[in-house]
């Protein structure tokens, strides 16, 4: 059964940083893409980043945001730098997609629950 959980969503100031985890069970997800999406309120699902053989990132956050993957762990981690107010948004990992830019929720099929980040001073 495959299963996605994500961990490490809070409240940061603007400039703070944090570290999302998605920690997989059910597959390896050594081969496969793994997405970060956001949803803020009233907002659609968008792309954030993806990792695969390759990583992708979105404009919005690219030079602040870095995606990793440690195999080991099955464990993908989104290190997010130089928050900003617009960085809020629920943040979700999924599966079974394609890391081809831009990224679409509805190419991914499977999903973790989400985490919230909340960049406020």
């Known amino acids: 059964q495959v299963q996605l959980v994500e961990s490490g969503g809070g409240l940061v100031q603007p400039g703070g940083s944090l570290r999302l985890s998605c920690a997989a069970s059910?597959?390896?997800?050594?081969?496969?893409?793994i997405g970060w999406f956001r949803q803020a309120p009233g907002k659609e699902r968008e792309g954030v980043s993806c990792i695969s053989s390759s990583t992708r990132y979105a404009d919005s956050v690219k030079g602040r945001f870095t995606i990793s993957r440690v195999n080991a762990k099955n464990t993908v981690y989104l290190q997010m730098n130089s928050l900003k107010p617009e960085d809020t948004a629920v943040y979700y990992c999924a599966t079974g997609g394609r890391c081809a830019l831009p990224l679409r929720p509805s190419a991914f099929g499977s999903w973790g629950q989400g985490t919230q980040v909340t960049v406020s001073s």
């Open positions: 059910g597959f390896a997800l050594d081969y496969v893409a």
